[in-house]
């Protein structure tokens, strides 16, 4: 297990700040009131999110991960959430001025096709056999030591899909995770959500004591049977929310269990290795690596 932190110059104060990621780029942002005012590589301007005022460290937290990770000529996931869509609005800047170049990307689902095709990316959906690079992708959770992650907490907008954000994370040579400090957890509470076909009864019997099931509505608070308007995926499944009362011991122990039960299509847990995680903190950025972590 590894982690390395960047640590930003004085985030509200400095007028301009310059930063080098392992000697693969130098980047300045012009910072005004901890406001980023615009980006620049080399003599190339770079704008992103400026209009949406994004603070320094959402701005720097995004070209560390695509600089750091990304080169030209890769086959790219586009995972979804706003750390990732930030990366997607940047990397179109970068493949317009030339920064980059042929980039591939793989989106996760039609809303994620959808803002790369404006940022003018070049997409390929993701077949069986399709071979990819890396892939970024925000996440619920991250459990502290090994990396396992919980995505699908939020509920899908538009045709998004936790089985095909799932796929293509699952099958990348290299996975970039992005949370937020509090996101980085050594107990992993809450939902674990799970596409089904059949009953939940086997899954209701299996955590007993230890969980809650619950089927997502598509609209209005959720309970036992989703309600009046249940969740139905494009793929015709419901979606269940397995909600643990107590802090899970092994997520991927949960998730061995859960790929072992009829009828579950799919679960929002990723045992992935390598993943490397990039956390952002008052303080800067964290990198950590699960490579030589056994899950």
């Given at each position: 297990?590894?982690?390395?932190?960047?640590?930003?110059?004085?985030?509200?104060?400095?007028?301009?700040?310059?930063?080098?990621?392992?000697?693969?780029?130098?980047?300045?942002?012009?910072?005004?009131?901890?406001?980023?005012?615009?980006?620049?590589?080399?003599?190339?301007?770079?704008?992103?999110?400026?209009?949406e005022g994004l603070?320094?460290?959402?701005?720097?937290?995004?070209?560390?991960?695509?600089?750091?990770?990304?080169?030209?000529?890769?086959?790219?996931?586009?995972?979804?959430?706003?750390?990732?869509?930030?990366?997607?609005?940047?990397?179109?800047?970068?493949?317009?001025?030339?920064?980059?170049?042929?980039?591939?990307?793989i989106p996760t689902?039609?809303?994620?096709?959808?803002?790369?095709?404006?940022?003018?990316?070049?997409?390929?959906?993701?077949?069986?056999?399709?071979?990819?690079?890396?892939?970024?992708?925000?996440?619920?959770?991250?459990?502290?030591?090994?990396?396992?992650?919980?995505?699908?907490?939020?509920?899908?907008?538009?045709?998004?899909?936790?089985?095909?954000?799932?796929?293509?994370?699952?099958?990348?040579?290299?996975?970039?995770?992005?949370?937020?400090?509090?996101?980085?957890?050594?107990?992993?509470?809450?939902?674990?959500?799970?596409?089904?076909?059949?009953?939940?009864?086997?899954?209701?019997?299996?955590?007993?004591?230890?969980?809650?099931?619950?089927?997502?509505?598509?609209?209005?608070?959720?309970?036992?049977?989703?309600?009046?308007?249940?969740?139905?995926?494009?793929?015709?499944?419901?979606?269940?929310?397995?909600?643990?009362?107590?802090?899970?011991?092994?997520?991927?122990?949960?998730?061995?269990?859960?790929?072992?039960?009829?009828?579950?299509?799919?679960?929002?847990?990723?045992?992935?290795?390598?993943?490397?995680?990039?956390?952002?903190?008052?303080?800067?950025?964290?990198?950590?690596?699960?490579?030589?972590?056994?899950?």
């Amino acid at each position: 297990l590894h982690y390395t932190c960047y640590t930003p110059l004085n985030i509200l104060s400095v007028a301009f700040a310059k930063m080098q990621f392992e000697d693969k780029c130098t980047m300045t942002l012009n910072v005004r009131g901890g406001q980023v005012l615009d980006v620049r590589q080399g003599n190339t301007n770079i704008q992103i999110g400026v209009a949406e005022g994004l603070d320094f460290l959402e701005i720097w937290f995004t070209a560390m991960k695509v600089d750091t990770y990304l080169q030209s000529g890769m086959v790219v996931g586009l995972g979804s959430g706003l750390a990732s869509s930030m990366a997607i609005e940047y990397l179109g800047q970068k493949l317009r001025v030339g920064l980059l170049k042929d980039i591939v990307g793989i989106p996760t689902s039609d809303r994620i096709a959808s803002e790369a095709e404006k940022a003018g990316i070049p997409l390929q959906q993701y077949q069986d056999n399709t071979q990819i690079d890396i892939a970024f992708n925000d996440a619920d959770i991250v459990e502290e030591g090994s990396l396992n992650v919980v995505i699908g907490r939020q509920r899908p907008q538009g045709e998004e899909s936790i089985v095909e954000e799932k796929k293509i994370l699952d099958v990348t040579e290299n996975l970039v995770i992005m949370v937020k400090e509090k996101q980085y957890k050594t107990a992993v509470e809450g939902s674990i959500p799970v596409s089904w076909m059949d009953t939940a009864e086997e899954i209701d019997d299996l955590f007993v004591g230890d969980a809650e099931v619950w089927r997502r509505p598509s609209m209005g608070h959720a309970d036992p049977t989703g309600g009046n308007f249940p969740l139905v995926t494009r793929e015709g499944h419901n979606i269940l929310d397995v909600i643990f009362t107590t802090p899970i011991p092994n997520l991927a122990e949960v998730a061995n269990l859960l790929n072992n039960i009829d009828g579950v299509a799919c679960h929002g847990i990723i045992t992935k290795t390598p993943c490397t995680t990039v956390i952002a903190t008052e303080s800067g950025l964290r990198i950590i690596e699960n490579s030589n972590v056994s899950v």
